[in-house]
T-cell receptor
Framework: DAGVTQSPTHLIKTRGQQVTLRCSPK?????VSWYQQALGQGPQFIFQ???????QRGNFPDRFSGHQFPNYSSELNVNALLLGDSALYLC????????????FGNGTRLTVT | AQSVSQHNHHVILSEAASLELGCNYS??????LFWYVQYPGQHLQLLLK??????LVKGIKGFEAEFIKSKFSFNLRKPSVQWSDTAEYFC????????????FGRGTSLIVHP
């Protein structure tokens, strides 16, 4: 059991469409981060949410946006999908915004055709 | 900005062989170091971490890692691998100067033949 749950597990979209991915953090965790993992690469940081606000952001365009709800769950939205957005999207939660290790979900595999 | 390099992208070993996976980072200040593992079909999970103190840290399943500050390295070791160690291994670093956002290496794919 990952503790962190993500949905859906797989998704196929067409270029130009929009997608929403969802994440429920591990119980007791209030900080959620999103990562993009391309094939053969390590996870790349997209952004972090805490107290319903985006706190940190990686080098991703504004097409990537998110939201955190009062129950700490989170969404990742990607607009105007490009072929290059095809990747595994990982959600990770932690009990704080300091040095605590991340707890990851199983990810959502997004394919853009 | 911090960066992490994992020099071994693919490693193939036989059971009982010894393992060492390299990890180097670039950041001049205080760092926290992690190794994560992803077994086939499973989520990324923590293998071990280093915050401070004894530079030799022990993790789950017989893994250990040594922090060598002068070499900016945090290599992962296991004296005798098992078939069940087949997985992807990721080194990561976070730092107060980087708002504790972890930076990951590109990973090492380990295949252990029985």
């Amino acid at each position: 059991d990952a503790g962190v749950t993500q949905s859906p597990t797989h998704l196929i979209k067409t270029r130009g469409q929009q997608v929403t991915l969802r994440c429920s953090p591990k119980s007791g965790h209030d900080t959620v981060s999103w990562y993009q993992q391309a094939l053969g690469q390590g996870p790349q940081f997209i952004f972090q949410y805490y107290e319903e606000e985006e706190r940190q952001r990686g080098n991703f365009p504004d097409r990537f946006s998110g939201h955190q709800f009062p129950n700490y769950s989170s969404e990742l939205n990607v607009n105007a999908l490009l072929l290059g957005d095809s990747a595994l999207y990982l959600c990770a939660s932690s009990p704080d915004r300091n040095r605590s290790p991340l707890h990851f979900g199983n990810g959502t595999r997004l394919t853009v055709t | 900005a911090q960066s992490v390099s994992q020099h071994n992208h693919h490693v193939i070993l036989s059971e009982a062989a010894s393992l060492e996976l390299g990890c180097n980072y670039s950041y001049g200040g205080t760092v926290n170091l992690f190794w994560y593992v992803q077994y086939p079909g499973q989520h990324l999970q923590l293998l071990l971490k280093y915050f401070s103190g004894d530079p030799l840290v022990k993790g789950i399943k017989g893994f250990e890692a040594e922090f060598i500050k002068s070499k900016f390295s945090f290599n992962l070791r296991k004296p005798s691998v098992q078939w069940s160690d087949t997985a992807e291994y990721f080194c990561a670093v976070n730092a107060p100067g980087g708002s504790y956002i972890p930076t990951f290496g590109r990973g090492t794919s380990l295949i252990v033949h029985p």
